[in-house]
């Protein structure tokens, strides 16, 4: 039967489907076995009736169907399918290069203020960038000396989320 | 009494206004910039007109195109909302001018209310008791720096136009003065086109509590109570409760009368808010007069039994006050949470996006004043906030149990929520025992942060819910192909395994 | 205090119990047949157990394998709502003798109300004022043919063991009495497991106004005033409102006194409603007593400001009434609509299916207690009632007119609903005037037809809709091809067409 | 440009496309010509924006893509797209046999009671048969002197809507 591995946050664990029926599941869960209904009533809602427990569990797709973000009742996570493909593409980003040389804002906004020019050296604690978005002003500031390499947009542009704003050295 | 209202705002305040309008007979009419155009006030009203793109400055603050909008669909009067031209004196004298009626304040109560210094001024004249600080706006950030070098520090930045914590800046170190005043200058800006701003001395640790003031065109005024409003968050309200925890009956009614004493100072027409600041003896300080609709209003709504909006309406249209100050109580207990599209793991960040799902919390004693529905995508250009939950119960202490069952069933997803951090708050004991000040989330870090630890149960629930989605995703693949093969003769290549990439 | 209940019932009524019970901090147990697997009660509770196939018989009527599930997860009470096993003596005997408090009165105060004869000749003792009928419960169709015959017509034939309108009959001619009699027992079989019936005189066009009651097992009984429930279709409760547009202060007073007289005459416990049918003229006959909490109680919970599920719980529990009957008044107006899952331009016919889209209405003073979701399925099994929207204002004027928007609001799609029926109730004149009695709906048909006429406009738009949406499928089907001829080499048959067949 | 017939209740209109670019239509209807937008905000829940006003209308297919069940705020319509190949369907469907001739329920149900045989020969106005729905019972009857040709379900029976359950002549 159908077995693979899926992350959760920091942990890695290996699924496999011993059984199902209709919304009737057993599954282990690295070395735990569960009978359990799963059942989605609305699209990404599930509900689970495990040992006579009721729980809610909702899964938004990030983007990509083998990624998810996941809400429990206290808990969320992110999650996401590890099968032999994922691996590989997984061992190809490894020695990507350093997040901490892009400069970028992590949701969607405007970029309010550029403080600084390609070729500038800044200290650190410096801003580099103010983008508001929501009604919110937020600056983005290096944390150690640094030259300032390309500037990628211009004030008053609109950017989206996690789009490098300004690359550093 | 008015036929037609063109409501000059977006978001849950516009529905709202919809709402008491379409209950008194009224006819609507929804104005909506490009980012807007499938927003619930445009399906919700009666008429809808475009006005601009979807920056606020070219379409919301747009006040001549908004008139000219105004003049051709035949609309007799605005409503204005929270935000945006509701504090706008020059916005309520364009109206006059145009012959349309502005469901407000008059210019001149606007003006002198709302340019904070001239308040302040008025108030003193009054007799109201006001905090230190500057008696002039401030233009340049030089002048600024002098001022505060003045008053001393911890001092708070204001703008003078401003409103709702936006252009406020709370400054307690020498070396944070230049930033925050160059930030709030630029918010106010942004936010009410108006790049000045005032100083005040920072009293440590107070609550914050406004009256609810009605006032007719022939002189009455009403205050409908109060609302503690301490529970903030970079001096932006989040949790509002009325009565206050904090003061007596002596107190209340005393204060009730400075509210109303305040507001004819001001000759003063429509719904307004007297804002003071209180310390823990219950001294209170005049702080401003907020000249419209707060968001707040709710919970004033439930207590004492009155729809804000409608009275607004009906004084806008002229008529006297139906409401005596001695009819007027204020029956159990009501709290609202302010629910925004953020991230209170990451420092509230906004998180602006489309909603995948969303229940929201019903029966017996709550309200839920929202906008967003499933697949609606939240706009950068505006306020994150996305919906108010009002709980009402007899008592404090049944309020705050519903309120938990109200977050318990609200589930939005696909923008993150604060949800967690508000139920977390109605957890947190300060909160609990109504011992609480405007230092509240500072004061009560530690009860706040989500749960660190994992359960692993919980995690092996949330994985095999995950592969499940996985298998049905699986299955209704292989479906799709076997239905096309059978209906058609396209070849298939089945790359099964790799059939999510 | 109890810390584990279990919930005999499903639909809105056990989510609404579950609200109460988790602002309590009571832990619930929702039962399930197989056809509510993903019912919204079973969604909202903390527990839920599996007791049965599809039909209630087999499921929610199945005393011993409920009383199973309640003892194997530990659950200290049963919360029955209303319907199923709410007004079953047996069974409130049976949880005794399991030693599982039953949230209810005991079994004898059932027996004697429940069993409508022995109710009619304990209120005659207690000097209530009752309507002619017989005495005895009746098995047999040729011994009912008889005492009609006794009566004279018109006479109602109701299940003994009945309530809610189910296994009930009016019978005005001589050759429909046969057809009417089996119906009725058949129908009070189905839906009680006893055909008894009994049969009354019935009184031509009377007010139906019920009195709310909460007794605790301490001897302390109050009323929480009247409810009008005369808005019926075919003897099923529609619209209910309180305060009764007809009833005088002084009569309502009589009533309530009469109420509790009639509460105390059962050793009653736990909250029950005392049902009088009463004519033009006020004169109030006493009509059955409900054993059970009702469908429209939240209008007394808006109006008289009280959690009765709560009241139930904390009465179940042993402790005294908290409400003296001096401390209750009567605050602005209430109405209640029931949401049914059925086709008005069509005999009222039920229709179940599975909910396309929905939107339910919000804001101030606006109830929605409902239990269905986008993409649920509504049961064959079960009642077609999916939800009740209960508006509050000061006047009964406003309430109608917040009715009438929260009717607007509400969009229901897959299945027909009331919703457009309840609004021409809303505008019908003799509603609007409070001057309605059981005949309301017979007497005011032509004002409750739907429109007959077309509007040409009107039907122009719906024609573009559906235009752009087969425009919109027709673009998908091409993106569609598109995008799988360039992933992969697939043979494109382009039967473009015949797409859609 | 895309033309094509809508039939809506007993009204036939002729429709053309007359110029669209995103969600805004010139629209010819018969010979009325309209300039609107029309935007899907929820799944089959559209908002028209026509002339400065704001149209709220759902669209249900009922079973099949061309047919829609249609909400406007007041009025309820059944609707459908008529093409080339709808007309030949409508063309071969017309001389199909009387629908008095089957007894059906025109919802899922139950049977609960059936008072007649096969070969019987019943009265106008005689109960054939007894459904149940919802806890509701309907009696379904005939309206003229018939006979008893088939009946095709059994007491106790679970039935689809517009089902046949028993054919007379």
């Known amino acids: 039967m159908t077995s693979l591995e899926i992350s959760l ?119 580099v960038v103010v983008v508001s978005a929501m009604k919110m002003e937020s600056e983005y500031k290096v944390k150690k000396d640094r030259l300032i390499k390309e500037i990628r947009v211009k004030e008053g542009d609109t950017v989206e989320g996690h789009e490098p704003l300004v690359i550093i050295e | 009494m008015i036929k037609k209202v063109l409501i000059a705002n977006r978001g849950e305040i516009a529905v709202r206004v919809i709402r008491s309008c379409r209950e008194m007979g009224i006819i609507t009419v929804a104005v909506y910039s490009d980012a807007d155009e499938a927003s619930m006030h445009v399906r919700y009203a009666d008429e809808a007109c475009y006005i601009g793109p979807s920056p606020s400055t070219e379409s919301y603050l747009n006040m001549d195109k908004i008139l000219e909008v105004a003049k051709n669909c035949g609309a007799e009067a605005i409503h204005p909302g929270y935000g945006f031209l509701s504090e706008n004196a020059t916005f309520s004298q364009k109206c006059r001018d145009h012959n349309i009626i502005f469901i407000g304040p008059g210019p001149d109560a606007i003006r002198s209310m709302g340019d904070k210094i001239t308040a302040r001024k008025t108030m003193i004249a009054a007799g109201v008791p006001v905090v230190p600080g500057t008696t002039e706006p401030i233009r340049e950030d030089v002048k600024a720096i002098e001022v505060i070098r003045e008053i001393g520090l911890p001092v708070m930045i204001k703008a003078s136009s401003g409103g709702g914590g936006k252009g406020m800046r709370l400054v307690k170190k020498e070396e944070e003065v230049e930033s925050a005043i160059r930030m709030a200058r630029s918010e106010a800006a942004t936010a009410f086109g108006d790049d000045s701003v005032y100083i005040e001395k920072y009293i440590e640790s107070p609550h914050h509590i406004e009256f609810q003031v009605l006032a007719d065109n022939h002189g009455n005024v009403i205050h409908l109570f109060e609302r503690e409003c301490s529970v903030q968050r ?268």
Chains 1, 4 share one sequence.
């Open chain 1, 9 to 127: 946050d920091d942990r890695l664990a290996k699924v496999k489907l011993l059984e199902s029926e209709g919304n009737h599941f057993r599954i282990l869960v690295d070395d735990k076995e569960y009978d359990s209904r799963i059942i989605m009533v609305e699209q990404g809602v599930y509900l689970m009736l495990l040992d006579g427990k009721s729980y809610n569990i909702e899964l938004i797709e990030e983007g990509d169907p083998k990624k998810y973000f996941i809400n429990t009742n206290r808990y969320s996570y992110n999650a996401e399918i590890i099968d032999a493909e994922a691996k590989y593409q997984k061992s190809r980003h490894a020695d990507h290069g350093d997040d901490d040389s892009i400069i970028s804002s992590p949701m969607p906004g405007k970029v309010v203020k550029i403080l600084v020019s390609e070729g500038d050296r800044i200290k650190a604690g410096d801003t």
């Open chain 2, 234 to 501: 970079r001096h932006q309200k989040i949790i509002e409760e009325t009565p206050s925890p904090l003061i007596t009956p002596d107190v209340r009614e005393a204060m009730g009368k400075t509210a109303v004493a305040a507001t004819k100072a001001v000759n003063y027409s429509g719904a307004g808010t007297i804002e003071f600041i209180v310390d823990e003896d219950q001294n209170y300080f005049f702080l401003e007069m907020n000249t419209r609709l707060q968001v707040e209003h709710p919970i004033t709504e439930r207590v004492v039994g009155v729809d804000l909006v409608k009275e607004m309406i009906r004084i806008a249209s002229g008529e006297p006050l139906r409401l005596q100050q001695e009819d007027l109580c204020q029956d159990g207990h009501a709290i609202e949470c302010r629910i925004y599209a953020e991230d209170p793991d990451n420092n509230f960040m906004p998180s602006p996006g489309k909603i995948a799902h969303i229940t929201e919390p019903k029966g017996l004693g709550v309200r839920c004043d929202g906008y967003i529905y499933e697949g609606y995508e939240i706009p950068i250009h505006y306020d994150p906030m996305i919906s108010k939950v009002v709980c009402w119960s007899r008592t404090r202490e049944g309020t705050i149990a519903r309120m938990k069952r109200a977050l318990y069933e609200y589930k939005i997803t696909g923008v993150k929520t604060n949800i967690r951090f508000l139920e977390r708050i109605m957890d947190c004991m300060a909160f609990k025992e109504g011992k609480y000040n405007t230092q509240f989330i500072e004061q009560n870090q530690e009860y706040l942060v989500g749960p660190q630890q994992g359960d692993p149960a919980n995690e092996d629930r949330a994985i095999m819910v995950i592969f499940a989605d996985y298998l049905r995703k699986l299955s209704q693949f292989e479906t799709k192909v076997i239905a096309k093969n059978d209906s058609a003769d396209w070849k298939i290549t089945g790359r099964k395994k790799n059939l999510f990439t």
